[in-house]
């Protein structure tokens, strides 16, 4: 999850991407261990760490 992290944090892949390159094929299982691991989805912790 944390090389997860950083991928959001670094780069603009999209989420499903990411999924696939930290090893979960399927999508819909990476966001809910995700949430479990942060509370909040990819998306929303790529909005609130990344600076624009």
């Keep these: 999850m944390s ?9 603009n892949l999209g989420i ?18 995700f949430r479990k691991f942060y509370s909040m989805s990819p998306k929303k912790y790529r909005d609130k760490t990344v600076t624009k």
């Design 3 to 11: 090389h997860a992290c950083f991928l959001l944090e670094s780069t």
């Design 16 to 33: 499903s991407e990411i999924s696939q390159l930290v090893g979960y094929e399927n999508i819909s299982y990476f966001h809910r261990v």
